[in-house]
Each structure stands twice: as C-alpha cells, then as structure tokens.
C-alpha cells in the first residue's frame, strides 16, 4: 500500500501510518525469526531455519507473520486458540505440540507467550496486566522422544509412538521459570541439552516480541498501534477478496493419492471440491480416505495450511499475510478422515507429507480456474531423512530438496524445496562438525526434471555415510507416481531410496551398522506445455549445463 493509494481507513488511520505501522508489526515478527535461529543450538534450526515466528493480537488473531515454513504458519491460529482456553496472564509462556490441541506434529514444538508492554512499568505503554497481544514461536525440534532417534518413525501406528506429548501447559508462569515442567520435557527426549537451548532460544524470541511491541507503543501510541492491528487486518480481507472475485465463479475438483502410510502400500486418495463463489473461497475435502493405521493423517490446521498456501499462490503475493487473508477461505474435512483425523491416530508424516499432496491437488483444482498462475507438480514430498543413535547421542534430521514444476513462462528451479516446506539443507561442513555422518555425494539429478515448453526443475542424490551404528528413517513420496506436467509438458522423475545401494520402501525404519551409506534421490519437477515448442537455445543451454541428456 503506498500513501496516495487510499483515503483514511476505516479506523482513522491514514494510508502513510497504516503503511509504516504494517511494515513495523512484520518486522516485529522478523526480529523474532532472526532471534530464533540465533539462538538456537541444533543445526535444524540454526541451519536449516526449521522455524517460523508470528504475531497475534488479543483475539488470537494472526497480525504479521515472518516468511519462513508454509506448513507451521497457517497452523499456528490453532494453538493460540488452544492457549487461550487456558486462561493466559501476563508473565506466561506456554508451550505445546499436542496435533489434537493446537499442534501439527510433535517434534513441531510451539511456544506462546501473551504479551503486555509496560506491566510492569519500565516502559509506561500500555495498561499494566492487560493482555495486547500474544508472541508465537514454532520450532521443529530434532529429537522429542518417542520409539525412534529422531521421532520421525515410519511404522508409528498411535501417537504415543511418536514422542512426547504436550498440550498447552506454563512453561513460564508469572515470570517464573517451572522447573518441574522442563524437567519432565527434557526426561523424555535424546539429547536434552541441545532441547533445552533450542527451548531457550524460542523464549528469547517471544520476549523480543513483546520489546519491540513496547517500542511502538512509545513511538506511535497505544490505540493507534491496537487501531492499526484491524487496520492491517482489514486491508489483507479486502484485497483477498477482490482477488477471490476475479476468478471465475464455478466448482473445481481434483484428486491425488499417497503412496501408503507406513504400515501398508496401497494408495490413499484425497480429493477436494474447491467452490469460488463471488469473494470468498470453499475447499472440501469429502471423498478423502478415512484416517489410516500408520502416521500420514494430518490435523485439520495443516490441510488448511496447504489450502491457505495455495491461495496465497495464486493471489497476489504483496498482499500482507495475515488473519484477513485467510478470512475469505473455509476448509473442511469428515470428521474421523485422513484430514481431520480423531487421536490417538499416529500423525508425524501428514505434517511433511500428506500436506504436500493436499497442495498438489488443490493446485489442480484451481488450474481451472487459474490455469495461468498453476504450476506444474513439484517434487510433492519432503524427502524426510532422520538418522540418530538410541543412546541420544545425536539425533539428525533434513528434509531434501528437490524439483519445482515449471511454470506457464519459465522453467522450474531446481533442488529447492517445494509447497508446504520453506527450509534450507544442511550445509555438509555443518553436518560433518556435528554429526558421525560423511557426505559422499550432493548433486542434481541429471534428465529429472520433466520436458516441455518450459523444462521441471531437476530432483537431488544426497549419499550419507553413517559412521556409527545408528538408527535410519525414512518418510517420503512420489517414489511410484511421478509429479505430473500440465499443459502437454511430461511427468518429473520419480524419487528413490538406497541404502548400502539397495532399494527401500518410501517409508522405512532400520537400524544400520558404521560404514552404512544411505542414499535418496529426488523427484524432479514436471514440465510445462509441448516439449515439441521448447526453444532451440534452451535446449542447447540444458545440454551444456547436463539438465538433460544428449538425444532430449
């Protein structure tokens, strides 16, 4: 928004404060994800950014959110919901990962904080003791417990499995550190110091929140930073909408299948019936497979993640990302379903994985009615890799990257991280300083990416050498059905696992001895429009780069 683009707000603010206090809350919320991976000690979040960061207001409504994963921050709603209900004060934290209590999945650890500037005088903004706000921290912890290093088990058939379960509970109460809830944390997780930091570094970002609150406090005043809270909020809504209204109105469906749960092989379908009806946007996912014995079932929040993360794609992506965007859009799944999922159902693979699939069809979908602004299928998959020791020595954990679907005007990029994951990978001198773990190959996948108009991006081979006994799981897809090209352009290259150069199932937990090499190759991206009406010098520029083979 730019000073001249509108009059005064509907709340009294004009379009130049507005503009300069949205850009302030966003930065809030940016402090907290750079004050995050600071302080953090495992390399999962200090690397890899396995993080996000958010603001709230008193309502638990979402006013700024940092760009980090897709997948935590369109969940995150859901457990301030959950913390509310257990009647916050100020000088609280509570923490949580509960999937049936505001979570998504367990190691995904949340923290909450209400926020108060001035409570207790040293800033003189605000009212003493009333809640203005809350700060939200996310985190994906390498290690929470549970049956396997790492808790990312691929045979886990209940939750119980998966690690330690925490609804919301005061991990800091009236400013007060329990010592007796992070003793009982860090009794039932490997490697309880590297929690403890990673816990610590995720306080320090929420009290960051509530500083620079407090700041703006002071420069701007109390009410006009609250008035700015629905201000920001309202603007998102109605710039979503007129972006809803532009589509054409109509019902939309598509379907996807996953490549077993873990526990069986056969295919569970999701399909989805996407309604756009004037300014506002229905996603339902009737139809979709009832929950399933092994770990794929996903929560609710993280299919509407998915949803909120397609629209976002296929809107305009300036538009703020806050409660008003996501206002215009309802998501719905059966109860007792795949996407909405009754405990004590086993959930740590929906999070990474069915949230991807849910993306891809709803992208489906909607490439009826934005066929322009759909990409072909990514890579669809995380690529989950968790190797670990029993005794808790060392837990580590990647998702790897793979190809990006090209796109109706240029090709996919290649070995990223596609749709509902926003990571970095672990850069190979970090992994080898803190890990027994050798890398022996990190590379593109030659010819991976699909041919068309427009060429997919290309998939990865990471090879990692274990260099002690360990514990190796594996949670991954589109290892049958490749990523589709649209528009005429072919299907991506489907993924692979070895270990010790052997196949393995997508999903799989093993116990391996030192000297066990354990290679996955990606998928690559699918490609957009005729293969035929690809430009000479495009094809001469893959040959030259080894995208592609020599008779493409």
Same mark, same amino acid.
């Given at each position: ?23 302030q ?7 907290m ?7 953090? +000690? ?32 369109g969940a ?24 049936? $209590? ?7 650890v ?23 706000g +809350?700060?939200?921290?996310?985190a ?8 396997t ?10 939750? +119980? ?20 809830v992070?003793?009982?944390?860090l009794a039932?997780v ?13 306080q ?33 809504r ?13 019902? +939309?469906?598509?379907?996807g ?22 300014e506002?946007?229905?996603v ?23 949803? =909120?993360?397609?629209?976002r ?5 300036e ?7 996501y ?9 007792? $379903? ?12 929906g ?11 709803v ?10 602004r ?17 005794d808790? $020595?060392?837990?580590? =954990? ?19 991280q ?13 992994? /080898? ?8 190959? =990190? ?13 997919g ?6 090879s ?31 993924? /692979? ?35 035929k ?6 094809? /001469? ?10 008779d493409?």
């Amino acid at each position: 928004m730019t000073p001249d683009s509108a009059d005064d707000t509907d709340d009294g603010i004009d379009p130049v404060t507005l503009e300069v206090l949205r850009n302030q809350l966003e930065s809030v919320a940016e402090e907290m994800g750079q004050t995050l991976i600071r302080g953090a +000690y495992s390399p999962n979040i200090k690397e890899r950014r396995d993080c996000s960061t958010a603001l709230f207001d008193a309502e638990g409504r979402m006013i700024a959110q940092a760009e980090h994963i897709p997948v935590h921050l369109g969940a995150m709603p859901a457990a301030v919901d959950a913390v509310r209900e257990h009647d916050p004060r100020p000088g609280d934290v509570f923490v949580l990962n509960d999937p049936f $209590s505001g979570g998504t999945h367990l190691p995904d650890v949340t923290m909450v904080s209400p926020i108060a500037p001035g409570r207790d005088g040293s800033t003189g903004a605000g009212d003493k003791g009333e809640i203005v706000g +809350y700060a939200v921290s996310r985190a994906h912890h390498a290690d929470v417990g549970g049956m396997t290093p790492g808790s990312m088990p691929a045979g886990a058939e209940e939750i +119980y499995q998966e690690g330690l379960r925490l609804p919301p509970i005061r991990l800091v109460e009236g400013g007060e550190l329990r010592d007796d809830v992070r003793s009982l944390v860090l009794a039932n997780v490997r490697n309880p110091r590297e929690r403890q930091a990673d816990l610590r570094a995720q306080q320090a970002a929420n009290e960051r929140a509530e500083a620079r609150l407090a700041s703006l406090f002071d420069e701007h005043g109390r009410e006009t930073v609250l008035e700015g809270f629905d201000a920001v909020i309202d603007y998102s809504r109605e710039r979503i909408a007129a972006e809803i209204a532009a589509l054409p109105d109509g019902t +939309y469906e598509a379907a996807g299948v996953l490549e077993g749960d873990g526990v069986t092989d056969e295919d569970i379908e999701i399909a989805v019936t996407v309604t756009v009806d004037g300014e506002t946007i229905d996603v339902d996912f009737s139809g979709t497979a009832g929950q399933v014995a092994g770990n794929l079932n996903a929560p609710l929040a993280v299919a509407t993640s998915a949803v =909120y993360f397609v629209v976002r794609c296929i809107t305009d992506p300036e538009i703020p990302p806050n409660h008003g965007c996501y206002e215009p859009v309802t998501v719905s799944a059966p109860d007792g $379903s795949l996407l909405n999922p009754n405990p004590p159902a086993a959930v740590v693979g929906g999070n990474v994985e069915t949230s991807q699939r849910v993306t891809d069809v709803v992208f489906t979908a909607l490439a009826g009615a934005a066929p322009d602004r759909v990409p072909a299928q990514g890579q669809g998959t995380m690529n989950n890799l968790t190797i670990g020791a029993r005794d808790g $020595s060392f837990a580590y =954990y990647e998702t790897i990257g793979g190809g990006f679907g090209a796109r109706a005007d240029r090709d996919g990029m290649d070995g990223v991280q596609v749709g509902m994951t926003n990571t970095l990978n672990t850069p190979v001198e970090s992994l /080898e300083t803190e890990y027994p773990l050798r890398v022996e190959r =990190y590379a593109l996948r030659e010819g991976s990416g699909g041919r068309g108009r427009f060429r997919g991006g290309l998939g990865l081979e990471r090879s990692v050498t274990v260099e002690t006994d360990a514990t190796v799981s594996l949670l991954t897809e589109r290892r049958r059905h490749a990523p589709k090209g649209i528009a005429g352009g072919e299907d991506g290259a489907t993924g /692979e696992n070895l270990i010790d150069g052997e196949p393995v199932p997508a999903k799989t937990t093993v116990d391996v001895a030192a000297g066990t090499t354990v290679t996955v190759k990606t998928p690559g991206g699918g490609g957009h429009g005729d293969p035929k009406e690809r430009e000479e010098a495009a094809l /001469e520029a893959d040959r030259i780069a080894e995208k592609s083979s020599e008779d493409d």
